[in-house]
């Protein structure tokens, strides 16, 4: 195969991952939501639900407040935008990804963060009293939590010696099952940040209907119909860029190689039983723990930028 | 090429600023084309008997000359705009400091004797404080003149010991750089050179035990003059811990270089630690330099630890990084500085408790002001995140020091960078939130005004370098490589190649690409809006705010800037010295205040201002205005001297 095809091949991949994770990531949230059913003995609303939501939403006329600035608009398109990237350059059937030479690990931490400052202000533009309560502590969680993600991913990155995605989930899943002691720590601290940076319990819940202890519902309180609709999907993306960050990072083995085309049905294959697996446990997790009180969440995410921290020291301790 | 800069004193003070801000441009622009060429001297016949002014424009100066034009043209543009409801006299007088002070920065940095840059840098630090206490009738402001003048002073005197140190005893010939370039320290001097520099220059910049006066005296000088502070006279503190460890120093050692990035990183954290706190939006941005000062700082600390152990392409990286965030702060933080300019010529207000809403009264301003917000909290695609990303580089590229020490060091010290970044965010997401968003907190905020059109000009200037920098990334580092090239002998070179991708090492290790992030995300933006409004309509309807159906909602009823920084007064509780008044519930009036101060101030301050105290009342004894007393003096003093000669 010369360069070129190889080439146009990458961008077809990378347009393929683009539309997939767009339409794959609310199935994901209808799957975690579905297995929370069960495990508390309800029957569910089915694993569909969630585009069945967006359908309706997308349907109705957007009511925004009077005093609401352009700002206030465009957010749910920023948000959505950069949620739908950050869920594209992660490398999870291939690991050619064109687009990962433009972002590697920090600027995939940059997007989240352009993400969350940008829903935090537009919490803030109507002047409500829950947008700018929501906003605070969504800069609160977000401050222990970036820092801790980003100790996660320098480890992973200290090992492969690269800040590139494909080339960290390359080096990773060719260690055939060695368990990086470095990386299991990193792994418990990414476990923390994943849920408290998707608005999960134990940190935030995210079917809560009481104003007072929202976080992330109450900055979207003022969003309705197609705004509200982008919100959501942006979500539930977010919630797959994490897992499949997750599953990138700490269980990368049977990704599909460069050009390696007959490896992609088991890929795919593998990929969505780890996906199923992931949405389980992390239901599983918000099943049998509480919702904590808001201050006690900055000692939670402090012990996750210690484990992330300690995950990097005993990187540079045993050198593996 | 400076002179023109301070020469015009005179009348038409309103033409004046528009001018230097041309003349500021072809500063920069000639300063660019200087990076390229060989190093310049020139000795003029001023000066000492000895010791003639020296000026040479080499990369480094040529670098930081073109920080200053670049950022004070975009000031003085602002100035055009905001100083023209001064009285004529008052005018003048600021006209004539105003341009000193730059004319005093620029010879700071040709500056290539010790005398001529201690004077150019007493025109600066005197030029300043005059410029600091413009209203000086406010006796608050004097005291905060007062504070940086005496910081100022002390950092002087520590300056030009290490000058001292420098020149070895060799006589007044040896005060020029070149001099001290050939002179062998012993490292115990060179040690002593560099600690006594640290201070001085330390002392000017606002790293940790020294910061005292930063807070006090940005808030008080008018905002342009509170701009090219933070911006630009910050930086030349930055340029004279490089000149002294990299150029006038022969020899570097590793301690140094941990002794920097410790002062920075703590210097980092405390400051935006404390800006979260603040409630005044000039002191949130004061304190915001400070943490600014730490990062770059802690670049400097890396160079000079990649250096001595002889990684020199990741020193040049760190060094890059550092050089690279000191352009960007310098345009972010002066257009947040001339934005809360605006924002007092329209409100009159600095409490941002009394604001809030200003993006419907102000559209201009508020949308140009989120450029630097954006930029500052370190977001992509703009220039914040390339320095922060340079510099996360530099750390992760770390490993492999002889030192194991200093290896275990570095992750730790990337936490901590990481963290100071992240804090960043939260407190922009305050500034912002709480003076452009939400409602007017009072009535007399309807009638706020948009900035005018040379103020509009001046912040747009410096928007548009904060896009232009982001945006590309390859070309800035390509011109800092010559700095390198000069300071530490080597160069990052590959990244000259490949104008699209930034790759500060090889390719496979870590590259990134504003300018395609930004085509994808606002494609994938436009994308999106279409299909929406294509498949499905995009009726919209307004209406009162919800806010959860609760009916009675008012304006006081938003976060305030103080409780918007309760979690981290709350988190970061031992560090604070926290004063509260919390009125009775039995109170019909009740009047809530609380405040949070700096611990230092307590225990480092105040005990020096008492023994101050204490040692001159001690001498204040010796002194009784009697001419005979006096005469006995200098007896005794004749008789001991004539006894040990």
Not at chain 1, 143 to 163: D, G, K, R
């Amino acid at each position: 195969m010369t360069e070129n095809t190889e080439f146009i091949f990458a961008i077809l991949f990378q347009l393929t991952q683009l539309l997939l994770v767009v339409l794959a990531a609310p199935l994901l949230s209808g799957w975690v939501n579905q297995c929370q059913a069960w495990l508390q003995n309800r029957s569910g609303a089915g694993v569909l639900q969630p585009y069945r939501v967006l359908h309706k939403l997308f349907h109705k006329d957007a009511v925004i407040a009077y005093n609401a600035s352009p700002l206030f608009r465009a957010t749910p398109y920023i948000v959505f935008g950069c949620m739908w990237l950050a869920a594209a350059i992660i490398p999870i059937i291939a690991v050619d990804l064109p687009f990962s030479r433009a972002a590697d690990v920090i600027a995939l931490v940059g997007v989240f963060a352009v993400a969350r400052v940008f829903i935090s202000l537009a919490a803030m533009d109507i002047g409500t009293a829950f947008g700018s309560l929501g906003a605070r502590r969504e800069m609160l969680v977000s401050f222990l939590a970036e820092p801790a993600l980003l100790m996660v991913l320098f480890t992973a990155s200290m090992i492969s010696h690269s800040t590139q995605l494909p080339t960290i989930v390359d080096t990773l899943a060719h260690h055939q099952f060695v368990i990086y002691p470095s990386l299991a720590f990193a792994a418990l601290a990414f476990v923390i940040v994943l849920l408290a940076e998707n608005a999960r319990i134990p940190v935030d819940n995210p079917s809560t209907h009481l104003e007072l202890t929202m976080i992330h519902e109450a900055m979207i309180l003022e969003y309705s119909a197609r705004h509200l609709a982008l919100i959501e999907w942006a979500s539930s993306l977010k919630l797959f860029a994490y897992i499949s960050l997750g599953i990138a990072l700490f269980t990368p083995h049977g990704i599909a190689e460069v050009g390696n085309w007959a490896g992609l049905p088991l890929a795919i294959g593998l990929l969505l039983l780890k996906l199923m697996l992931a949405g389980a446990g992390l239901a599983l997790l918000e099943t049998v723990s509480a919702k904590m009180r808001i201050f006690r969440a900055p000692e939670f995410l402090g012990t996750a930028f210690l484990l992330a921290v300690l995950g990097l020291l005993i990187h540079f301790l045993l050198g593996v | 090429m400076l002179g023109v800069v301070g020469l015009w004193v005179k009348d038409a003070a309103r033409f004046i600023f528009p001018l230097s801000a041309a003349a500021s441009l072809v500063l920069a622009v000639s300063s660019v084309l200087a990076l390229s060429t060989a190093p310049e001297t020139l000795v003029l016949p001023l000066g000492l008997p000895d010791l003639p002014f020296h000026l040479r424009l080499d990369p480094l100066s040529a670098f930081f000359l073109i920080l200053l034009g670049a950022a004070s043209a975009g000031i003085s543009l602002f100035g055009t705009g905001y100083f023209r409801h001064l009285e004529d006299k008052t005018l003048r007088l600021l006209c004539l400091e105003y341009h000193l002070f730059l004319a005093g920065m620029a010879l700071v940095m040709l500056a290539d004797d010790a005398y001529l840059f201690m004077v150019a840098w007493e025109v600066m630090a005197l030029s300043s404080y005059f410029l600091v206490t413009t209203d000086h009738a406010i006796p608050d402001i004097r005291k905060a003149g007062f504070l940086y003048l005496l910081i100022a002073h002390v950092g002087a005197i520590a300056i030009l010991l290490s000058f001292g140190v420098m020149q070895g005893g060799h006589g007044i010939g040896a005060y020029t750089f070149d001099a001290m370039r050939n002179a062998e320290l012993s490292s115990f001097w060179a040690s002593a050179a560099f600690l006594l520099a640290l201070f001085g220059f330390g002392a000017k910049a606002g790293v940790l035990p020294m910061h005292v006066w930063l807070p006090e005296a940005h808030p008080a000088a008018p905002s342009p003059v509170s701009a090219l502070m933070s911006g630009v006279m910050l930086k030349t503190a930055i340029y004279g811990i490089l000149r002294v460890t990299f150029d006038l120093l022969g020899t570097q050692l590793w301690w140094w270089g941990v002794l920097a990035l410790g002062l920075g990183l703590a210097t980092a954290i405390f400051g935006v630690m404390f800006a979260a706190v603040q409630a005044d939006m000039k002191r949130l941005l004061a304190y915001s330099s400070i943490e600014n000062i730490g990062l770059l700082l802690t670049g400097i600390g890396l160079t000079l630890i990649f250096h001595v152990y002889g990684k020199d392409t990741l020193a040049a990286l760190a060094l890059i990084a550092t050089l690279y965030h000191s352009l960007n702060h310098a345009m972010f933080k002066s257009l947040l500085f001339v934005g809360t300019g605006s924002i007092l010529h329209a409100t009159g207000e600095r409490n941002m408790g009394r604001l809030g809403g200003l993006m419907r009264k102000m559209p201009w301003a508020a949308w140009l002001v989120l450029v630097g917000v954006l930029a500052i909290s370190g977001l992509p695609p703009l220039n914040g995140f390339v320095s922060e990303w340079l510099l996360l580089q530099a750390f992760l590229l770390s490993p492999g020091l002889p030192n194991d020490y200093i290896n275990m060091l570095v992750p730790v010290a990337a936490a901590v960078v990481a963290l100071a970044a992240a804090l960043a965010a939260y407190v922009m997401v305050k500034f912002y939130g709480v003076i452009f968003l939400g409602q007017p907190r009072e009535a007399s905020l309807e009638r706020a005004h948009d900035a005018g059109i040379w103020e509009r000009i001046g912040m747009g200037w410096l928007a548009l370098a904060c896009v232009g920098l982001g945006l590309a990334p390859v070309f800035v580092v390509h011109q800092l490589d010559r700095v390198a090239q000069m300071l530490l002998g080597v160069q990052l070179g590959n990244a000259a190649n490949n104008w699209v991708f930034l790759t500060p090492v090889d390719i496979e290790r870590a590259s990134y690409s504003p300018l395609f992030f930004l085509l994808a995300v606002l494609g994938v933006m436009l994308l999106t809006s279409l299909l929406v409004r294509r498949l499905y309509h995009g009726r919209v309807r307004r209406s009162a705010p919800w806010d959860c159906g609760f009916p009675a909602q008012t304006a006081r009823m938003q976060d305030t800037a103080e409780g918007f920084g309760q979690p981290i007064r709350r988190i970061f509780e031992p560090f604070f010295k926290i004063e509260r008044e919390v009125p009775s519930p039995f109170d019909m009036h009740p009047h809530y205040q609380g405040r949070s101060e700096d611990r230092l101030w307590y225990i480092l301050y105040q005990p020096l201002q008492h023994l101050t105290e204490k040692l001159s009342a001690m001498a204040g004894l010796l002194q009784h205005g009697r001419i005979h007393l006096y005469l006995t003096y200098t007896f005794v003093t004749l008789v001991v001297l004539l006894l040990f000669v």
